[in-house]
């Protein structure tokens, strides 16, 4: 079995899975009771906020803890229902999680300007300075790319942003751990993080909230995480988004160097096989590790079929419950025309994997393609 | 030898035991879950949870499951024609199409480009091969028997596709799934259209059709009521007239004789044995012919005029442009323009056609 979908989630970290195994036997306090055993829990808590916060450069206080990145970017949107000054803007290319949202509460007269990117999926940001109105309350825009890789130019948003009295998130789901993060630096007002991104548990997700800005809960019901977000605590779970935070930060450039060997290895030895293949998005400028490529008359779905009956995950497109797939919304956006978006996959690695995995991957791709060839 | 075989999984008992014979008889299956139907909104994931009991099928037999949409090629080869033909006011069966246009076609050669040589369907049916014809015959269960929807195959399909459950009793087959504790033993049997699935069928028609109303006429030229729209009545159709009493000396109930497209009138008449209710001969248009055997100019044969009907006795007078004249030994029931006809000799389902109105 050869994982190479890490930008869909990535395999736990042992030393987190062995916090957590440990405070689900013996941590079982709720955090909100006055006695040892939830004050442990709560300690608990506390001390995964810490890391989390020294991670990305912001206080403890800063930041509250969710049930996974998706309710991260909930919250955020759902909060423009509250506010005077309820106009979004956003790009093209941004996580469903987004899109979608600002679509269901245009019904809730929230609107929002989309705006669009460049063929590498770059973002203007003087785009976005044209879009700003004197409603407009929010600009949320993603720090990178899940399909692509981008990375977006947020430190000059955030200051188009702030010039205009705009608040500004970013959803930084893709990066902890590749990139370094400094939320004071990038001067942010809020961002989205997800621990099952960066070697933590599913379920888990937090929001960085600066000092100051005042967003409303969307799940009411208890003091939890200051009222920002009811309901009885995931112990384990935060825990370890907490240590998988620390070694996500305390590695990340060891594991952006490993990225970037394996991401341009895979490169040269695919290129030397197929030469019509074509990557999509930057060289550079992108995240290290994640690989968007199609391959002319090669349908994703088939090679990704022949793929995982040889045990390799990549992935393709965008997923739906029953199991197929559309063409990606990301790389229509950047321009690629409906043919091309059939024909391309994206295979994202992670640190566990090795250049023998990518030997074989390409091994793989390659027959598979020849296969493909054969049959058609 | 390759044993690899793909098995078209719909989440239902069917398709599960099917996928389930093959495997114990040592092929190597591969599960590929079809999905034909798009809501409007794009974004929405339409059969997910049959999506979801096929997934938990093929981990219980330890089978690889992909899925693969065919919505484009079922809304271009199957629903356009759908909708046209309820827009001329006639009876379409969209499932005889969709087998020939997307179950035997558009899946086959997806298996082929999967590097398989067969596929297999959880069908009612029977592919025997003699004389180098492959025959397609009744399947085992009479109350089950699936070869009405399949008359449109011809050689090619049929060579390559096996029917594992054509021996075997509906019965059977939910018990063969409950022994292996399959989460489809139980699933009620869809009775929906292929893919689109179940739904209030006017208000999904409304959808995609205009609907004119206008006036219901007896067959004595008398107005008896209102309807809603021809496109939403059957010939033959006894519910949902809404003709009350008050219009003859008898309760016997109204059924639908006629759509007069033209005058966008709704035909109907009283009791259900009304001569004009029952047809002895019908013009058929668009004969198929399941074997390349050049069938007789005038034959005694079986046939079905709907699905699940007992066969009857009928003459087939073959007319040009692939059109035969079809009388039948006692008049049939409810004939409806449109709707298929298929024919049998015993157990053996030759192919069949599409009813026109008869004109004498």
Redesign the interface.
């Known amino acids: 079995m050869l994982y190479f979908d890490n930008s869909a989630t990535t395999p736990i970290d042992q030393d987190v899975q062995s916090l957590m195994s440990d405070l689900n036997q013996n941590i079982y306090g709720n955090p909100s009771s006055i006695y040892a055993s939830g004050r442990n829990a709560k300690n608990i808590i506390e001390i995964a906020r810490r890391k989390l916060a020294n991670a990305i450069n912001s206080k403890p206080s800063e930041i509250i803890f969710t049930g996974g990145g998706s309710e991260a970017n909930n919250i955020v949107l759902w909060d423009m229902v509250h506010k005077k000054r309820n106009h979004v803007i956003t790009s093209s290319i941004e996580h469903p999680a987004i899109l979608l949202v600002l679509r269901e509460l245009e019904k809730l007269g929230v609107k929002h300007t989309i705006v669009p990117v460049d063929k590498n999926g770059l973002i203007d940001p003087d785009d976005i300075k044209k879009n700003i109105i004197s409603d407009t309350g929010l600009i949320s825009i993603m720090m990178a790319n899940n399909e692509v890789g981008t990375i977006e130019p947020i430190q000059e948003i955030a200051r188009i942003a702030h010039e205009h009295d705009v608040l500004f998130h970013s959803d930084a789901i893709q990066v902890l751990g590749k990139l370094p993060i400094d939320v004071k630096k990038l001067q942010l007002d809020i961002m989205s993080f997800s621990a099952h991104k960066f070697y933590g548990p599913k379920g888990v997700g937090a929001l960085y909230i600066k000092d100051g800005v005042s967003i409303n809960p969307m799940i009411i019901g208890g003091s939890q995480e200051k009222n920002m977000r009811a309901g009885t605590e995931n112990v384990s779970g935060i825990a370890g988004l907490g240590l998988a935070a620390e070694i996500a930060s305390n590695f990340e450039k060891e594991n952006f160097s490993h990225l970037l060997e394996l991401e341009n290895y895979f490169k040269e030895l695919i290129i030397d096989k197929h030469n019509d293949i074509t990557f999509n998005g930057f060289d550079n400028n992108k995240l290290p590790g994640l690989v968007n490529l199609t391959i002319p008359n090669i349908p994703s779905d088939l090679l990704l079929i022949n793929l995982d009956n040889d045990g390799i995950s990549i992935s393709n497109g965008s997923a739906c419950s029953s199991g197929t797939i559309s063409p990606s919304p990301v790389l229509k956006a950047m321009g690629l025309s409906d043919k091309s978006n059939l024909e391309s996959v994206r295979i994202s690695a992670g640190k566990y994997n090795t250049m023998d995995e990518v030997n074989k991957l390409v091994d793989s791709i390659h027959s598979s393609i020849v296969t493909i060839r054969k049959n058609t | 030898m390759n044993k690899k075989i793909v098995v078209g999984i719909s989440g239902g008992v069917d398709s599960s035991v099917a996928a389930l014979l093959l495997a114990e008889q040592g092929y190597d299956v ?1 599960c590929i ?1 079809m ?1 034909n139907w798009e809501d409007e909104d ?2 929405v ?4 949870d ?3 009991d096929a ?1 938990q099928v093929c981990n219980i037999l330890g089978l ?6 065919f919505s484009k090629e079922y809304w271009d080869k199957v629903f356009t024609y759908f909708l046209s033909e309820y827009k001329a006011g006639r009876t379409p069966n969209p499932d005889v199409l969709c087998n020939r246009e997307i179950k035997f076609k558009a899946f086959l050669e997806y298996a ?4 398989s040589k067969h596929i297999a369907t959880g069908h009612y049916a029977k592919i025997e091969c003699i004389n180098s014809q492959y025959r397609l015959l009744k399947g085992k269960d009479k109350n089950k028997d699936q070869s009405y929807f399949l008359y449109l195959l011809s050689q090619e399909p049929l060579s390559k596709s096996k029917f594992p459950l054509g021996d075997l009793e509906k019965e059977d087959v939910r018990h063969i799934a409950k022994k292996a504790g399959l989460p489809t033993a139980n699933k009620k049997d869809s009775t929906g259209i292929c893919f689109v699935g179940e739904k209030n069928f006017k208000q999904f028609l409304e959808k995609y059709l205009p609907a004119n109303p206008g006036e219901i006429i007896s067959t004595d030229e008398r107005k008896v009521g209102t309807h809603s729209g021809l496109m939403y009545y059957t010939i033959g159709q006894r519910k949902g007239l809404g003709i009350g009493g008050g219009y003859s000396d008898n309760n016997d109930p109204w059924y639908v004789v006629e759509k007069d497209m033209k005058k966008n009138k709704l035909i109907v008449c009283q009791g259900k044995d009304n001569p004009s209710l029952y047809s002895s001969k019908i013009i058929v248009t668009q004969l198929h012919w399941i074997t390349n055997i050049i069938p007789n100019e005038k034959q005694e044969l079986a046939a079905k005029i709907r699905y699940r009907q007992k066969d009857q006795a009928c003459t087939v007078e073959l007319i040009k442009n692939k059109s035969a004249i079809v009388s039948f030994n006692k008049p049939i029931f409810a004939a409806a323009a449109g709707q298929s006809i298929v024919f049998y000799k015993n157990e053996e389902c030759l192919g069949g056609g599409i009813i026109e109105p008869y004109v004498n």
């Open positions: 591969e879950f999905k794009g974004e994931c339409t059969s997910a049959d999506y979801s997934l690889p499951i992909h899925s693969v949409n082929m480009k999967l590097g």
